[in-house]
């Protein structure tokens, strides 16, 4: 697996399997080959890309921070059906 996580915070944002070609870029980062979809404010200055990892199995969108060799709960992180 490869998860995209913001360099300031380190919170694992994306999740792709090892297949799916990610490139980050200076503008953004682009996902697929053919292109899939962009992501606008993960760039190679605010975001890392971290390959061959094993992501927890109950990995949700920022509910996890990620430094490259540990994933760890972001205490920051809150379940949509908890946000009001």
């Known amino acids: 697996m490869k998860t995209l996580c913001f360099n300031e915070t380190t919170v694992s944002a994306y999740l792709f399997n090892d297949a799916t070609p990610v490139e980050v870029t200076l ?9 899939e979809f962009f992501i606008g404010d993960m760039k190679s200055t605010t975001a890392t890309l971290y390959e061959n990892v094993t992501a927890p ?7 996890y921070l990620f430094n490259g060799v540990n994933w760890t709960l972001n205490q920051d992180y809150k379940p949509l059906e908890q946000i009001p």
């Open 27 to 35: 503008e953004n980062t682009i996902v697929g080959q053919p292109v």
């Open 57 to 63: 199995v109950d990995w949700i969108e920022g509910k």
